[in-house]
T-cell receptor, first 112, second 118 residues
Framework: SQQGEEDPQALSIQEGENATMNCSYK?????LQWYRQNSGRGLVHLIL?????REKHSGRLRVTLDTSKKSSSLLITASRAADTASYFC????????????FGKGITLSVRP | GAVVSQHPSWVICKSGTSVKIECRSL??????MFWYRQFPKQSLMLMAT?????????EQGVEKDKFLINHASLTLSTLTVTSAHPEDSSFYIC??????????????FGDGTRLSIL
């Protein structure tokens, strides 16, 4: 069953703008991960944030985690056309033995 | 590092055919691999967890006799869709976890296999 719920479901922005995507989940977690999927391809890992972390950065990516609200956000700054893809949050729930539960995904379109 | 190769990338075959999909970790050893199924514009649904040297663990609702999983080595897991029918047409994706790493590590994904059953 799906745990993560991302919003918005679709996002269209202009190149250079920032893109913010949100994810909510239901159970306690070991970590939360964000992945990117280009059309017809596999998933690429972006960032993993542990349950005891609140914020993490990687290049133009910034992820926050609020375990009290069971939510996370992914911020992509200075977006590029190449960032156009689907983005998924996935939770590694407590006791799940590293099994991930994926959200429905967000389709990001960055217009050049 | 952490490259996962999945083969074939696409396959078209007649109804009733059995299809084998391979998932290989190229530069690391993987005691655990996962098999997912993804329908168009939908999320990934976990089908089964494949552990090297032991039987796979299937998610509820996944027929183990229909989707045979073998994880015979630390770098290879295979998924065989037996007697495939049009409703089995989908995008199948595998992922792998590095052996020996602690928890809190990402999964490394293959590029997926698009299966079309005529």
């Amino acid at each position: 069953s799906q745990q993560g719920e991302e919003d918005p479901q679709a996002l269209s922005i202009q190149e250079g703008e920032n893109a913010t995507m949100n994810c909510s989940y239901k159970t306690s977690i070991n970590n939360l991960q964000w992945y990117r999927q280009n059309s017809g391809r596999g998933l690429v890992h972006l960032i993993l944030i542990r349950s005891n972390e609140r914020e993490k950065h990687s290049g133009r990516l910034r992820v926050t985690l609020d375990t009290s609200k069971k939510s996370s956000s992914l911020l992509i700054t200075a977006s590029r056309a190449a960032d156009t893809a689907s983005y998924f949050c996935a939770t590694d729930a407590t006791g799940a033995n590293s099994k991930l539960t994926f959200g429905k995904g967000i389709t990001l379109s960055v217009r050049p | 590092g952490a490259v996962v190769s999945q083969h074939p990338s696409w396959v078209i075959c007649k109804s009733g055919t059995s299809v084998k999909i391979e998932c290989r970790s190229l530069d690391f050893q993987a005691t655990t691999m996962f098999w997912y199924r993804q329908f168009p514009k939908q999320s990934l649904m976990l089908m089964a967890t494949s552990n090297e040297g032991s039987k796979a663990t299937y998610e509820q609702g996944v027929e183990k006799d229909k989707f045979l999983i073998n994880h015979a080595s630390l770098t290879l897991s295979t998924l065989t869709v037996t007697s495939a029918h049009p409703e089995d047409s989908s995008f199948y994706i595998c992922s792998a976890l590095r052996q020996g790493r602690s928890s809190n590590q990402p999964q490394h994904f293959g590029d997926g296999t698009r299966l079309s059953i005529l």
